[in-house]
């Protein structure tokens, strides 16, 4: 297994990222990643099976291991019995980050580019963002449609982690309010897992038609459901027994974010479910961020302020939540009840 790079191997590494882009999506596009992972396999098997030159494979492969995802073992001076090993989950990685449906080049569509060499005139303020360019929070419904839109791509963290635990979450629960739950995908995806439940996502209005294009293609047009509103300027919906923060909480300061948090105490009943499911501060979600991280700089006006999840833990015990825990998933999911 790789080890951790030197600051000076990273450096290199940084500055042909274009390349080793290239590279991955090479490797994922011919197949080369479908037969490295379950490994190990010889480079002559590669070479055979793709019709490859060995050589110029060997020097290929030579990249991948450069970025830690590959583990070599070569036994002779003679290059085709090289063996070889993708660390588990490369293929699924780069598939999310590089594949036709990436998260990454949904996110290459915003205009980045308006900061890229002015890093430092940004940093001091004299380059910005312009409204026109992202406004947060959005300010027209064409701005909020794509916001939605782009974060749906998101959610399939979310998505493993509440399916996994389902078994856990929904038995005894009536209704479900996922709070900014965008255009529905959530909500929809927990009710294929539990059938008896009704799912109302809760946003701003110029939401609803996302949701219920999701409504319609989803097979619950029965079960999922929309209320409009704006969650500072009025209390959250009642009469739900289990409520949602999805990747919301991180993006506002910490007041805005308690009193959210204050609300939904105030919604549920005596033994409602709060759950809260985002990004917590970890090297490798921080990493994932790093887009998000470059492309805010330029607005004030988002937070975007990933935290450990001990600051959700210890703000639930604050205001009142009990029975408070940590489920594991591919993104972690904090469950909290309301005592009664």
């Not at 063996?83 to 699924?92: D, E, N, Q, T």
């Not at 963002?129 to 992202?134: A, I, P, R």
């Not at 897992?193 to 293609?217: I, Q």
């Amino acid at each position: 297994m790789t080890t951790s790079l030197s600051p000076r191997a990273l450096m290199s590494l940084l500055f042909n990222g274009s390349k080793a882009v290239d590279v991955v999506t090479t490797a994922l596009h011919v197949g080369l990643l479908d037969a490295l992972e379950p490994g190990p396999v010889s480079l002559r098997e590669l070479a055979e099976r793709f019709e490859m030159q060995p050589l110029r494979l060997y020097k290929f492969l030579d990249c991948l291991e450069s970025l830690g995802f590959l583990d070599r073992d070569e036994p002779s001076d003679d290059i085709n019995e090289t063996m070889y090993s993708a660390v588990p989950g490369l293929r699924a990685a780069a598939a999310a980050a590089v594949g036709p449906h990436a998260i990454e080049r949904d996110r290459d569509t915003y205009p980045w580019q308006r900061l890229h060499g002015r890093l430092a005139e940004s940093l001091r303020g004299d380059v910005s963002m312009t409204e026109d360019d992202f406004s947060w929070p959005p300010k027209t419904d064409e701005q909020t449609e794509a916001f939605e839109r782009s974060m749906s791509a998101g959610l399939g963290p979310v998505i493993e982690t509440f399916g996994r635990h389902a078994h856990l979450l929904w038995p005894g629960r009536r209704r479900f309010l996922d709070v900014g739950g965008g255009a529905g995908t959530l909500a929809a995806h927990v009710l294929d897992d539990a059938t008896h439940l009704r799912a109302d996502v809760y946003n701003l209005p110029a939401v609803a038609p996302l949701v219920e294009e999701t409504r319609r293609r989803c097979g619950h047009q029965d079960r999922l459901g929309f209320v409009g509103g704006d969650f500072f300027a009025e209390p959250l919906p009642a009469g739900y027994d289990a409520l949602a923060f999805v990747r919301v909480l991180h993006d506002w300061p910490t007041p805005e974010s308690r009193r959210l948090v204050e609300k939904a105490y105030e919604a549920l009943p005596p033994g409602g479910l709060l759950l809260i499911c985002e990004e917590f501060r970890t090297p490798d979600r921080l990493a994932m961020q790093f887009f998000w991280s470059y492309f805010l700089i330029g607005v004030d006006s988002a937070v975007s302020r990933l935290r450990e999840v001990s600051f959700y833990t210890s703000l639930l015990a604050e205001i009142g939540f009990t029975d408070i825990q940590v489920l594991p998933g591919a993104w972690e999911l904090v469950t909290a009840h309301k005592p009664g």
